[in-house]
């Protein structure tokens, strides 16, 4: 996608802007009357609202951060931006640059894909099967924006028509339970409008959303208004059946499961850290990424640098990743991993996610062994290393949703069935070392004791990959796990984090 981006993106006739100077143009206002004429200028149009996706502002970096920071996965260094430092210590101010940048990338990219919607129609020359699928790629994209939204911030305004001018911004807040029927219909729209692939399509491979990406996305839209009503969380006091977003999460899990597009289970084996390899990051496990190319450009949107906020700063290191070495110049430290976290949910040395995802030692420059414990100062997640690395720079792709995440919506979504305990009990396996295997969750369970273990096996299997807050969110568990077991006092932003001040300014419709 990045290629394609840095080829076409000329094309486009805009005024690209950024968070900082959000009074004097908001949201990226187009100001080419003249653009949707060809089949290349949708295909442009289309590559503009994915790169809307890769900022450094948005899922580059600060989406993580509010996905992880404040949880008990990672904490920070000392000299961290003070914008991380409040989501960290759950007291983020109005102006926090992190939050404000998020909400104002989402809706960037909401504003791109509404545009492309509202001038493709059936007057521009092109096959009508690539028009739908190019359509049906915007409304995912577009479900997936407000669906970080009304995550992170929840009530908040919806945009369903592009804004082209200052008159454009007023618009009032809508609910939680509007937000979430108009992400579901953009999905449902998604899904018909999107072809089925073949395994091996390039589209697959070129981080581009697919009739897949639509149905897990929509499961994942179901299971967090399922668990939010069932667990009691705030905001979600309009479902009023837990059991029918339950048996929708996992009607459309199921299609993931069962697709014909090549996405899969890994690997059946112990092989777990190929599943991470740089070269294996599109298709497979990986329904939807953030593409990033260290070549794509002079720009750090381009390539990423996610591993480097988590590998410790010790002036360059050597780490071993199957019979690659990968050489980092130097770790930027940034996020720090969680000590209480890492023993308490990696200390079983017969899961491989402790084993073969973790890394607890490294080679110095100097050819010094340094280990954790002892002078490596903390162990860190493999999840994002690229042998590959240039300096800071890394072709490693985000994943956004992952299969498995998918098998565990499922299983959570189903609760104790038969074919709910083969999927937990394959994650389990894979991820047990040959000689303990099988490794089998325990039969008989309850509803309530099979959810809470498969919720378990989310914190183990999804670490580091920035979901730990929404399911701590959707679960209710916010409080009960960060305070009760591991000390943190979370303050009024469990539920929801406040609109930032200046959106609140720039929208005299917000209250």
């Not at 991380?84 to 960037?108: K, Q």
């Not at 059946?241 to 999460?249: G, I, S, T, W």
């Not at 059946?268 to 070269?279: A, I, M, P, Q, R």
């Not at 491989?352 to 490596?376: A, C, F, K």
Request: charged share 25%; proline share 3%; net charge negative.
């Amino acid at each position: 996608m990045k290629s394609l981006i840095n080829k076409i993106i000329a094309g486009i006739v805009l005024v690209s802007i950024g968070a900082c100077s959000l009074e004097e143009e908001p949201y990226g206002i187009v100001t080419s009357d003249q653009f949707y004429q060809t089949e290349e200028d949708v295909r442009a149009a289309l590559a503009h609202a994915y790169d809307a996706l890769s900022t450094i502002e948005y899922y580059g970096r600060y989406l993580y951060y509010v996905g992880v920071l404040g949880t008990e996965e990672f904490t920070l260094k000392a000299d961290a931006q003070p914008a991380d430092h409040e989501l960290d210590n759950w007291n983020p101010i109005g102006t926090n640059l992190v939050l404000s940048s998020v909400y104002f990338n989402a809706y960037m990219g909401i504003n791109r894909v509404n545009l492309l919607l509202s001038r493709v129609d059936e007057s521009i020359p092109m096959i009508d099967e690539e028009r739908n699928q190019i359509l049906g790629e915007a409304q995912f994209l577009r479900a997936l924006h407000h669906f970080n939204l009304v995550r992170v911030f929840g009530e908040v305004p919806m945009r369903d028509t592009p804004i082209l001018s200052v008159e454009d911004i007023p618009k009032a807040k809508s609910t939680i339970a509007d937000l979430y029927a108009f992400i579901e219909k953009d999905l449902l729209a998604a899904e018909l409008m999107m072809k089925d692939i073949d395994p091996g399509d390039l589209i697959s491979k070129d981080a581009r959303a697919t009739k897949v990406s639509a149905q897990a996305l929509l499961a994942k839209v179901y299971l967090h208004q399922a668990s939010s009503s069932a667990s009691g969380a705030a905001g979600y006091e309009y479902v009023v059946d837990a059991n029918e977003y339950y048996d929708n999460a996992a009607l459309y899990a199921e299609k993931v499961l069962n697709n014909s597009a090549g996405y899969e289970f890994w690997s059946e084996t112990n092989d777990y850290k190929s599943l991470w390899d740089v070269d294996n990051q599109v298709g497979n496990e990986f329904i939807f990424s953030i593409g990033a190319q260290v070549s794509g450009g002079e720009n750090g949107n381009d390539w990423s640098s996610i591993s480097m906020l988590q590998v410790p700063a010790l002036g360059g290191t050597t780490i071993e990743f199957g019979a690659d070495n990968v050489s980092i110049s130097d770790g930027w430290g940034h996020l720090t991993t969680e000590i209480p976290f890492y023993n308490q949910v990696f200390g079983d040395r017969n899961d491989l996610r402790s084993t073969d995802l973790i890394v607890d030692e490294v080679t110095l420059l100097d050819g010094t062994i340094s280990t954790y414990p002892g002078n490596l100062p903390y162990p860190f997640t493999l999840k994002y290393i690229d042998k590959g690395q240039q300096a800071d720079r890394s072709n490693h792709y985000l994943p956004v949703i992952r299969y498995t995440d998918i098998a565990l919506v499922y299983a959570e979504a189903s609760g104790p069935t038969t074919e709910a305990y083969d999927w937990v009990n394959r994650i389990r396996n894979r991820a047990t070392v040959a000689s303990e295997r099988p490794n089998n969750l325990v039969s008989g369970l309850s509803t309530e004791e099979f959810r809470e273990e498969v919720f378990m096996e989310r914190t183990k299997e999804l670490a580091f990959e920035g979901e730990r807050l929404f399911d701590l969110r959707r679960t209710n568990k916010v409080r009960e796990v960060l305070e009760g077991q591991y000390g943190k006092i979370v303050g009024q932003y469990a539920d929801f984090y406040e609109i930032p001040q200046n959106e609140q300014d720039l929208n005299s419709l917000i209250e």
